[in-house]
């Protein structure tokens, strides 16, 4: 079976077509950053309208590197949600009606669900079960993953999501958008041991994540410094470190409750350095395994929902008549593809 997958829940427009015998025959990526760096963050207005503009050159784009005519497409996935509505609706409308068109049937995908099983397009999946964090900018949740379709949130954020708190700490400091892979060259050039920020929940029971107060603790300690260059990098290691830190322990936490030896990390934030090098080394103590997807599937990709999509449809699952999209949607209501 071969799926061609569409990605556009944010601001980066994905197309991929993965072939169940053959793997991933080819995909690529459009990006939104030079577009959203001049606000800040994303105009979810304006990333609907650069979907619309992009999507179909994509489509162009991977077919001819995959070396496929539209009859050789089986079905088509795409993301359903969560995301914002309106650039959901662009990847909805154009799968369904590719579908429609090429009579061929279709499944709407969860995203998240396509970040937590990214890992599997790897020459090394992880095998069930397996604790998977997934953080990015709009996430930050630890699930416990028994098979697909069978997912139980642990512990999920009750603020910022930790990439939206990277984001948030970039602006304050000056360092433009997107906030991370800022923060991480920065952090590099700080001193650890200038400044300590808190580990927040650490000290409790628990496997929920709250990251509003380390951008506050940001901001306080930005006003009271010497708010030079130094300060800067000083104050991009101590938030780095603390969430990589938090992190870990939470990650530590579930591992041990549940018993499980295997964890998985996804989502943009996973291409940290710093949080992978600190997983690695916590895996490594509690005997247990870590997984990643590469570096160009942890942000949103549509490789992954071309694979996630495939796993539903060889299950049998159809999407109708119509489409739509759940710009919120729990990702414990999915359920149990049954085998045909």
Same mark, same amino acid.
């Given at each position: ?14 197309? !991929? ?24 963050? =994303? ?28 009859? /050789?497409?089986? $079905? ?8 914002? =509505?309106?650039?959901?609706? &662009? ?21 998240? /669900? ?30 416990? =993953?028994?098979? &697909? ?64 107060? @380390?951008? #506050?603790? $940001?901001?306080? #300690? ?8 130094? !300060? ?22 579930? @591992?041990? /409750? ?56 060889? !299950? ?8 739509? !999209? ?11 593809? #049954?085998?045909?």
């Amino acid at each position: 079976m071969r799926v061609l997958g569409i990605e556009t829940s944010c601001d980066e427009t994905g197309v !991929a077509v993965y072939d169940s015998d053959r793997g991933l025959l080819a995909h690529t990526l459009y990006s939104q950053v030079e577009l959203h760096a001049d606000y800040g963050g =994303v105009v979810p207005e304006l990333a609907s309208r650069d979907h619309v503009r992009k999507i179909v050159p994509l489509l162009d784009e991977v077919m001819a590197r995959a070396g496929l005519r539209r009859a /050789e497409i089986d $079905a088509v996935a795409y993301t359903e949600g969560p995301g914002l =509505v309106g650039a959901l609706l &662009v990847g909805a409308a154009v799968g369904r009606t590719l579908a429609w068109s090429w009579g061929v049937p279709h499944v709407g995908v969860h995203h998240m /669900e396509g970040h937590l099983l990214a890992p599997m397009l790897e020459d090394n999946p992880p095998a069930f079960p397996f604790i998977a964090l997934l953080v990015s900018g709009g996430h930050s949740m630890l699930v416990q =993953v028994e098979g &697909v379709g069978q997912y139980q949130i642990l512990g999920d954020t009750l603020d910022d999501a930790v990439g939206e708190a990277f984001d948030k700490t970039a602006k304050l400091l000056d360092l433009g958008y997107p906030g991370g892979p800022a923060v991480q060259t920065l952090a590099a050039e700080g001193n650890p041991d200038k400044y300590k920020f808190p580990r927040p929940m650490t000290d409790r029971p628990g496997l929920d994540f709250s990251f509003s107060g @380390l951008k #506050t603790f $940001a901001l306080n #300690t930005w006003q009271t410094s010497a708010q030079d260059q130094q !300060a800067k990098a000083d104050i991009a290691r101590a938030f780095q470190d603390a969430v990589v830190d938090t992190l870990a322990i939470k990650c530590r936490r579930a @591992l041990r /409750e549940n018993g499980v030896k295997r964890l998985v990390l996804a989502g943009g934030v996973s291409a940290n350095t710093a949080l992978r090098a600190r997983m690695q080394a916590l895996v490594k103590a509690e005997q247990a395994e870590v997984f990643y997807p590469r570096l160009e599937f942890c942000t949103d990709n549509g490789a992954m929902i071309a694979y996630a999509g495939y796993l539903r449809l060889q !299950a049998g699952e159809r999407g109708g008549e119509g489409f739509g !999209a759940q710009p919120r949607w729990s990702l414990e209501t999915l359920q149990q593809p #049954t085998p045909l």
